[in-house]
């Protein structure tokens, strides 16, 4: 196995694993706040791993890790909640997969990045699976909801492209832990504004909260960072398609819903987009 597939292997281990927070949170936290479980996915798995790494940001790095810790997470979690909210019918996952579309061209302008053919090509038919996969005929627009979505899908790109201009001479784990750390501080009041009601823990909340933090904040985030660092940024935001097809084949196996034609045209259109977007990188 080459340096780069393995690379590859790694960092798409991010997304598919994102792709089990739909079903972890509608079965085991039914009842949380949505900005509650943002908040208690991004904090607690920040200060594990800063604890761990023992080592804080200097000088212009205090800025830059909240602007980057803002756009991976408060932005970008606020304005999908708000787009899922608004957008019935999978339409709000349609309209964030434009994200892979812009990073092509936000890193040719801030990294200097080739804008490769095969790349935007990739993003279209990704951003098409995905329509085939969620997307129901008879889902009704909302104006906010786009709004939101777009720029959800904007701030997470910036965010991509952004951690593979400013990396700091510090371990990947550090890293992640202090954007995770400062994202879940500024998760501290919107959650409190959006939904202050808290339920009594049960074991299921315990369970759930432990694998989107462990697993699907700490772990995920080191990986899917060390991939910006190795990858282009196009190549990696490509890999996020595979979150969309992990969520329909996680409902399919465990929650007893059908996988008709349009969702395996789907599948099969969002794994020819990554490869796709990964050729010649």
């Known amino acids: 196995m080459t340096t780069r597939t393995r690379d590859l292997l790694l960092t798409a281990l991010a997304p598919a694993i994102w792709g ?3 079903i972890v949170t509608t079965e085991l936290l039914p009842q949380v706040p949505p900005m509650t479980v943002a908040l208690l996915r991004a904090l607690p798995a920040g200060l594990l791993l800063l604890l761990a790494a023992r080592r804080l940001p200097q000088g212009i790095w205090w800025l830059r890790v909240f602007i980057l810790g803002a756009l991976n997470f408060s932005v970008f ?9 608004r957008l019935p019918g999978g339409a709000a996952a349609t309209v964030g997969a434009v994200q892979p579309l812009v990073v092509v061209f936000l890193a040719a302008a801030v990294l200097g990045s080739a804008v ?3 790349a935007v090509l990739g993003a279209l038919a990704g951003l098409a699976g995905v329509a085939l996969l969620v997307l129901t005929p008879g889902a009704a627009l909302d104006a906010t909801g786009i709004a939101a979505g777009l720029a959800g899908a904007v701030s997470m790109a910036c965010g991509t492209v952004l951690t593979r201009k400013w990396r700091p001479p510090v371990p990947l784990r550090t890293f992640a832990a202090w954007q995770l750390t400062a994202g879940g501080l500024l998760l501290v009041p919107v959650a409190l504004l959006a939904g202050p009601h808290w339920p009594a823990p049960t074991a299921g909340h315990l369970l759930g909260l432990a694998w989107l933090g462990l697993v699907g904040a700490a772990l995920t985030y080191v990986l899917w960072f060390r991939g910006i660092a190795r ?7 490509s890999l996020g398609f595979l979150s969309p097809v992990t969520a329909i084949l996680l409902g399919w196996a465990f929650l007893g819903q059908t996988l008709a034609g349009p969702q395996i045209a789907g599948v099969a259109l969002v794994l020819g987009g990554i490869w796709l977007g990964q050729r010649n990188a």
């Open 20 to 22: 089990s927070t739909y």
């Open 77 to 85: 979690w606020s304005l999908l909640f708000v787009s899922a909210y």
């Open 116 to 118: 490769r053919p095969a």
């Open 231 to 237: 990858l282009e940024p196009g190549v990696v935001a």
